[in-house]
């Protein structure tokens, strides 16, 4: 699971690297074209919008894969081995209950932005792709939390059998 996991995870994180470079790309171009041709990128507020969407669910996973992100530990460090134990299991399986509901209510949402035809007012970019892949980006996210769980579990069975 943990190999699945990390896989996917970094395919996804790197699809998103590139998003961020063609993002940066497209805003050089609108800034150039905004201050010296005085001739803007049409949609770039767009792409922007749709792409930050992409770049976060996207790299939720992979951040997750390597514990990396923001924890306040100062009273958990100084409880006993067992209460972290339950307390990262306890807080493990709600993460995992949470970022599953999520992906399942992107997922549903997509639906109705395929159903209403929803685009964007510029460039008329459907939105339900963006959904959908932020769904993805979630179970992905769901996958890498389960896999740090069984990580966390078979480290501290090796730490009391020693």
């Not at 792409?51 to 530990?73: A, K, N, P, Q, R």
């Not at 067992?82 to 493990?92: D, H, I, R, S």
């Not at 932005?113 to 008329?124: E, F, K, N, R």
């Not at 769904?135 to 501290?156: D, P, Q, T």
Request: aromatic fraction near 14%; glycine fraction near 6%; hydrophobic fraction near 50%.
């Amino acid at each position: 699971m943990e190999k699945i996991s990390y896989y996917i995870n970094c395919i996804i994180n790197r699809i998103s690297t590139i998003m961020m470079l063609l993002l940066t790309f497209i805003t050089i171009i609108d800034i150039t074209g905004r201050f010296v041709f005085n001739k803007p990128l049409p949609g770039t507020i767009e792409v922007t919008e749709l792409s930050l969407v992409l770049i976060v669910y996207l790299t939720l996973g992979y951040t997750e894969h390597f514990d990396e992100h923001v924890v306040i530990d100062t009273a958990y460090k100084l409880m006993p081995k067992t209460v972290q134990f339950v307390l990262y299991m306890a807080a493990g399986l709600i993460s995992f209950a949470t970022v599953l509901l999520m992906a399942w209510q992107l997922y549903v949402y997509a639906g109705r932005m395929i159903a209403g035809d929803y685009q964007t007012g510029v460039l008329g970019i459907p939105y339900y792709p963006v959904v959908l892949a932020a769904s993805f980006g979630s179970l992905c996210y769901s996958m890498a939390i389960v896999s740090n769980m069984i990580k966390f579990y078979k480290s501290e069975r090796k730490e009391n059998k020693s």
